[in-house]
Every structure is written in structure tokens, then in C-alpha cells.
């Protein structure tokens, strides 16, 4: 378990490297920076921020919306307590006051993590239920579409779709209701791609992704639009998210040209970031990627 932490006290960072330690868990990586902790979240099983160095929930809410599954611990002491709602909100997974007891620590960090794992079992079974793709089988039929638009010369477009709010939703419905909502999410996009190689799949943490072989930018935003007004018309309530009272998606799209971009991973690296864009921007939109090639010159 790789766990990464904004880089706290002297106090609060020695402590949770010991507990982790005397658990066999790690390793701990300290980031110096919201920066730098955002570089590193991509390879990390769980963050744990201290709150007392994030009051305004920066890190908390960045981490958040460029992961929504990676679980997010919150410390706390009685100073900044007082934002325990708030860091909830912004999407911590869990809270654990200061001064930390190792066990209780380590076996909170274990659930969350446990959590996450059953998560993703569960959108491996819900996708299956609705004949959805899964990660897999998109990942082979991505490889197989951008081999032959490579000898075509046609684009390849991919959206990455997130629904908005959903740990709150979660968190006042309860899961069995959060994975009827997912469903019927599930089939309303299945039911708004209408092409016979078009490719919705399911992803952990309440993503889908849409592949759309031989599209260009246009069309992949026209199949973008109509997905996120087809969620609108679900009218599913939702009081816990701000501005809508009812569930929406957010919705990344990049498209590339095999002849010319790198590799299909950029493509979804690129789709990813809008994503990102999306929901820091105010969620219920969509945001395009224009350079697909980014994550490869870095």
C-alpha cells in the first residue's frame, strides 16, 4: 500500500510513519507541496492530509476532483475540527483525530482501502448486469480501434465521464440506492450511442468511458451534449449537489489521430485532464482536450 502525504508537522509525519510501519504498511511518500502531491497521486493507495495544513481544503478538493476513487484520510485536532463538515463534503473519505492512535489508524486506513477494492468488484458486477464493457475490454478494444484508424487515417475520440457528487449521494441514499443510480446512468448512456462500433464501458468510483472510433472533435462533443442531457432527463434526485438538486455528469473529451499521436494512453491521459477541468470548473459540462501529446512531451 503506497500512501502519500501532504507534508505535515514534524510531529504529525513521524507518527504516521511509525504507526504504518509497525503494520507493515507503506511505503509513505511526504509531498513538500499541493504540487508536488498532485504529481505523485497517480501511483498512491490513499492520502492522508492533515487539516491543520489544509484549512481551506485545497489539497483536499484538488485530490478529489483528479481522483475520485483513491481514499482520502483527513487529520484533525481540536483547532480544525471545525471544518470536519466541510472536508466531507469536499470529499475525505474518513476522519481521524491528533494525536493518532497507531491501531486505530492503520485499521481505519486498511477499511478505506478494503472499501475501495469492493467498489471496484462492484462496477465490475454492475457493469457486467448492464452488458456494459469492462476496463479490460475497453483497453482491448481501444488498442484494436486506434490500429485500424491508424491504417484509415480517421480520428479516434474518447470521452471519460464522471458522475457528479456521488459519495454524498451515497452518503444520504445509502449504496444500494447509489448502485440503481449508476444503473440506470449505465443505460442511459448505453442507450444514446447508437453506432455498432461505439463502446460505453463501466469504471470504478462512478466513471464510465465512451470510445468513439472514426470521430472527429465535432461529433465526439455532439455524442458528449446528447449523454449529458440524457442524464438530465433522468431527473434523478439529488439535494447534495450544489446548484442542480439532481444527479449530472461531468464529462472529459480528447480525440487524436493514430497517424500522427503517440499512443492510445495519451489519448485517455488527455481525456482524464479534461475530465479534471470539467469538474473543477463547476461539473455538469463538458470540457475538450485539445493537446493530446501533453502527457508525452513531459
Not at 481514499?71 to 481521524?96: K, N, R, W
Not at 448512456?189 to 472514426?214: I, S, T
Request: charged share 25%; net charge negative.
Amino acid at each position: 500500500m503506497s500512501v502519500l502525504l501532504l507534508d505535515a508537522s514534524g510531529a504529525v509525519r513521524d507518527c504516521v510513519y511509525v504507526s504504518l510501519k509497525s503494520q507493515d504498511l507503506g511505503p509513505v511518500y511526504a509531498a513538500g507541496s499541493i504540487e508536488e502531491l498532485i504529481g505523485e497521486l497517480a501511483g498512491a493507495s490513499a492520502v492522508i492530509l492533515d487539516l491543520g495544513e489544509d484549512p481551506g481544503l485545497r489539497a483536499c478538493r484538488r485530490v478529489r476532483a483528479l481522483n475520485p476513487r483513491v481514499p482520502l484520510i483527513v487529520l484533525f485536532d481540536e483547532e480544525s475540527a471545525e471544518h470536519l463538515e466541510a472536508a466531507l463534503s469536499a470529499g475525505a473519505t474518513d476522519c481521524i483525530s491528533k494525536p493518532i492512535n497507531p491501531l486505530e489508524f492503520c485499521a481505519r486506513l486498511r477499511s478505506a482501502a478494503n472499501r475501495r477494492r469492493h467498489e471496484e468488484t462492484e462496477s465490475s458486477e454492475a457493469s457486467q448486469s448492464l452488458q456494459l464493457a469492462g476496463e479490460q475490454s475497453f483497453s482491448e478494444c481501444l488498442d484494436r480501434a486506434w490500429r485500424r484508424e491508424r491504417r484509415s487515417g480517421l480520428p479516434v475520440s474518447l470521452l471519460v465521464v464522471n458522475v457528479d457528487h456521488l459519495a454524498a449521494y451515497n452518503r444520504h441514499w445509502g449504496r444500494s440506492a447509489g448502485d440503481e443510480c449508476l444503473r440506470r446512468i449505465g443505460a442511459a448512456l448505453l442507450a444514446a450511442v447508437f453506432r455498432p462500433d461505439d463502446l460505453v464501458a463501466c469504471r470504478a468510483g462512478g466513471e464510465f468511458v465512451v470510445l468513439l472510433p472514426a470521430t472527429d472533435q465535432p461529433g465526439a462533443g455532439v455524442v458528449a451534449e446528447r449523454l449529458r442531457t440524457r442524464v438530465l432527463e433522468l431527473a434523478i434526485p439529488h439535494a447534495g449537489s450544489p446548484g442542480w438538486q439532481q444527479i449530472t455528469i461531468s464529462l472529459g473529451a480528447a480525440t487524436a489521430r493514430p497517424l500522427v499521436d503517440p499512443s492510445p494512453e495519451d489519448l485517455v491521459a488527455a481525456a482524464e485532464r479534461a475530465l479534471s477541468k470539467a469538474k473543477l470548473d463547476g461539473r455538469n459540462r463538458l470540457v475538450v482536450e485539445e493537446n493530446v501529446t501533453l502527457s508525452a512531451m513531459a
